[in-house]
């Protein structure tokens, strides 16, 4: 099973400042999640694609966050403009339809908005 | 709303000690899937379990689905510092959705 690519790995912003990070390999018929994880909030989903199609993005502050596969095998959280309360890691993840396969996790981008 | 709350939170151990790792929820899981998360890396799946009552054994780390599916518990004999890490309890959320969520995870510290 091919590994989850994500990069950054790390990235220190400064508020107000637009943050892109991408996920890498997604094969065209999995499902790809984007999570975050804060020592408070644990892991918390923020939206999840099939074949390239948004499903559900109802986890996601909007107004500032944006998720999209530019193509089959990359994925993007897009985060216009930063702010501190931002600071996490965040995780993509590959799952399959048959969800009991699992999920791949990538090994996160740890990002900070100063 | 599904839930799953894991208990302890917090594990610190020595090395040999054996231990055990709740994940509970009042909702009924089709199924639910246990991960292992290092620092500075994602979780990383150990096992699935499917059928009420069901035991899966990896090594040292024995599974367990409660009857009533709505409960599991991970034990480990004879923990090793390798086994530090968050350990994870997930369900899925919905049908047939891919979509999991999670517990929010039991730190384990296992000291030489």
């Known amino acids: 099973d091919a590994r989850v690519t994500q990069t950054p790995r790390h990235k220190v912003t400064e508020m107000g400042q637009e943050v892109t990070m991408r996920c890498q390999p997604i094969l065209g018929h999995n499902t790809v999640f984007w999570y975050r994880q804060t020592m408070m909030q644990g892991l918390e989903l923020l939206a999840y694609f099939r074949n390239r199609a948004p499903l559900d993005d109802s986890g996601m502050p909007k107004d500032r966050f944006s998720a999209e596969m530019p193509d089959a095998t990359l994925a993007t959280l897009k985060i216009q403009p930063s702010e501190p309360r931002d600071s996490a890691v965040y995780f993509c993840?590959?799952?399959?339809?048959?969800?009991?396969?699992?999920?791949?996790f990538g090994s996160g981008t740890r990002l900070t908005v100063v | 709303t599904q839930l799953l709350e894991q208990s302890p939170q917090f594990l610190s151990i020595q090395e040999g000690e054996n231990l055990t790792v709740y994940c509970n929820s009042s909702?009924?899981?089709?199924?639910l899937q246990w991960y292992r998360q290092e620092p500075g890396e994602g979780p990383v799946l150990l096992v699935t379990v499917v059928t009420g009552g069901e035991v899966k054994k990896l090594k040292r780390l024995t599974f367990q689905f409660g009857d009533a599916r709505k409960d599991s518990s991970l034990h480990i004999t004879a923990a090793q510092p390798g086994d530090t890490g968050l350990y994870l309890c997930a369900g899925p959320s919905g049908s047939n959705t891919g979509k999991l969520i999670f517990g929010q995870g039991t730190t384990l510290q296992v000291k030489p």
């Open positions: 909702s009924v899981f089709s199924s």
């Open positions: 993840a590959r799952g399959t339809f048959g969800w009991n396969g699992g999920y791949t």
